[in-house]
C-alpha cells in the first residue's frame, strides 16, 4: 500500500462512526484556520531549512499541510462532490498542460516566449471562470485574520 493511500484510509477511520468525534465534527469551514496555520509552518520549515540546512522540519510540516489537503479531499468525497485522485488528477493535468515544452514538444525560443505561452494557457483554463477571482480579495483577507488568530493562539506578536 502507498503511504498516500495509508494516509487517506486514516482519516476516513478518524471521520467514520468509530472515529474521533473532534475529527468526525470538522467541516471545510471549521479546518480554514488548520489550513493558513499549516501553510505558515511551511513558509517556517523553509526558512529553518534555509538557514540551517536541517529538514526535519519542513518533512513534518509538510506533512501537517498534507493532512490538511487530504481531510479536505475526504469530506468532498462524503459530500459527493469530488475525490482525492480527483485532486491529484487536476493537478497533474494542470502540469502538464501548462509545460507543453516539457510533455509535448514544444520549444520556445526564449524564456519570455515560455512564460507569455504559460500565461495564454492560463488564460484559457480559466475562461469563463473569471469571476472566481472575484473571491480571492476576500480570502487573502480572511486568511489575514485567520494568521491573526493563530499568532495569538501560539502567543506570537
Not at 99 to 119: D, I, K, L, Q, R
Request: charged residues 35%.
Amino acid at each position: 500500500m502507498a503511504e498516500i493511500d495509508r494516509l487517506k484510509e486514516i482519516v476516513e477511520t478518524l471521520r467514520s462512526e468509530h472515529g474521533c468525534p473532534w475529527d468526525r465534527a470538522q467541516t471545510h469551514e471549521s479546518l480554514k484556520a488548520s489550513v493558513i496555520e499549516e501553510a505558515a509552518e511551511v513558509v517556517c520549515g523553509i526558512n529553518i531549512l534555509d538557514e540551517t540546512r536541517d529538514s526535519e522540519n519542513l518533512k513534518e510540516e509538510l506533512g501537517d499541510l498534507l493532512l490538511q489537503i487530504m481531510f479536505h479531499a475526504v469530506m468532498a468525497e462524503e459530500e459527493g462532490l469530488f475525490t482525492f485522485d480527483d485532486v491529484v488528477r487536476g493537478i497533474s493535468d494542470k502540469m502538464v498542460r501548462r509545460h507543453p515544452h516539457v510533455f509535448s514538444g514544444v520549444t520556445y525560443a526564449n524564456e519570455e516566449e515560455m512564460h507569455e505561452a504559460w500565461a495564454k494557457i492560463k488564460k484559457e483554463e480559466k475562461a469563463g471562470k473569471e469571476w472566481h477571482g472575484d473571491y480571492l480579495p476576500g480570502a487573502f483577507d480572511e486568511a489575514l485574520k485567520l494568521i491573526k488568530r493563530a499568532k495569538e493562539r501560539k502567543g506570537i506578536r
